[in-house]
């Protein structure tokens, strides 16, 4: 169940990656590419500009219980950005920046390591479906048929 969810997580982030590099070739214009995915109180969606992938929350600040008490705080370094702004209109904005060569770079991860992972097999077990092989002299795989290669004897040499 691990490994199946393992998977389908790697398949996710593999389509997040290949988004985001197609969002970073095609953010490379001078126009701001803007979508609003809920149009509803809070309203949330992404833009991309000027060599940035930005979300953004917009929110009533009367549905914030206490509006007054949290400043307005802006913090970048590079291209990574957070803002938290308050407007006169009543209402408060919460945006998240980075490169889009930083949301690649992340969801690269998981199919990184799941193609490691399929690379290697483990030594006495079946190529094919991954069963014991252990005590087994017959040279093919109990569970699913496959011819297994006999492991070759140790050559190393030893010393008296």
């Not at 690649?104 to 998981?110: D, G, I």
């Amino acid at each position: 169940m691990r490994r199946r969810l393992f998977a389908v997580a790697s398949a996710i982030s593999l389509l997040l990656c290949v988004g985001s590099a197609g969002l970073w070739v095609w953010g490379r214009t001078d126009r701001m590419h803007y979508w609003t995915l809920r149009a509803h109180d809070p309203t949330w969606g992404f833009c991309l500009y000027d060599g940035k992938i930005t979300c953004w929350v917009q929110s009533e600040a009367s549905l914030i219980a206490n509006p007054d008490a949290v400043d307005d705080v802006s913090i970048g370094v590079g291209k990574f950005w957070y803002l938290r702004d308050s407007d006169h209109s009543n209402s408060r904005v919460w945006n998240v920046s980075v490169p889009p060569w930083f949301l690649v770079c992340v969801s690269a991860v998981l199919p990184v390591l799941w193609i490691l992972r399929r690379k290697r097999k483990p030594p006495g077990r079946c190529p094919a479906c991954g069963y014991s092989l252990t005590g087994n002299t017959s040279g093919t795989c109990p569970e699913c048929g496959t011819p297994v290669p006999k492991e070759p004897a140790d050559k190393s040499p030893r010393s008296a």
